[in-house]
């Protein structure tokens, strides 16, 4: 899973299957910029690049970091699934 904002990739926590229920499950933060516009994306990896992603995760628990991941373009070894439109608003 990844929460894109421009050309800014942020990797998020794996999603986990609920067999009962047929339906994915997942935590993904989006900041906190109103009236901006998001998308979550659903990929699949290579093993190499989940080396990488979890490399990636291992530093920002160190950190406290969450930078981003600049791409204008997927490279070999991420494959696109599924992506979703999110806009966040002021709660009224």
């Known amino acids: 899973m990844f929460h894109i904002e421009n050309d ?5 926590a794996l999603p ?7 339906t994915w499950h997942c935590r993904v933060g989006v ?8 998308f979550i994306m659903i990929a ?3 093993e190499d690049v989940q080396s990488l992603l979890s490399y ?5 628990r160190v950190t406290g970091q969450w930078v981003p991941i600049l791409l ?9 699934v599924h992506r979703i439109s ?5 709660k009224k």
């Open 56 to 60: 990636y995760a291992h530093v920002q």
């Open 16 to 22: 986990n299957f609920d067999r009962t229920h047929g």
């Open 31 to 38: 900041g906190h910029k109103t009236d901006s516009k998001h």
């Open 86 to 90: 999110v806009r966040l608003t002021e």
């Open 72 to 80: 204008h373009d997927l490279p070999k070894g991420i494959t696109e």
């Open 44 to 46: 699949t990896v290579t």
């Open 8 to 12: 800014k990739y942020y990797p998020q």
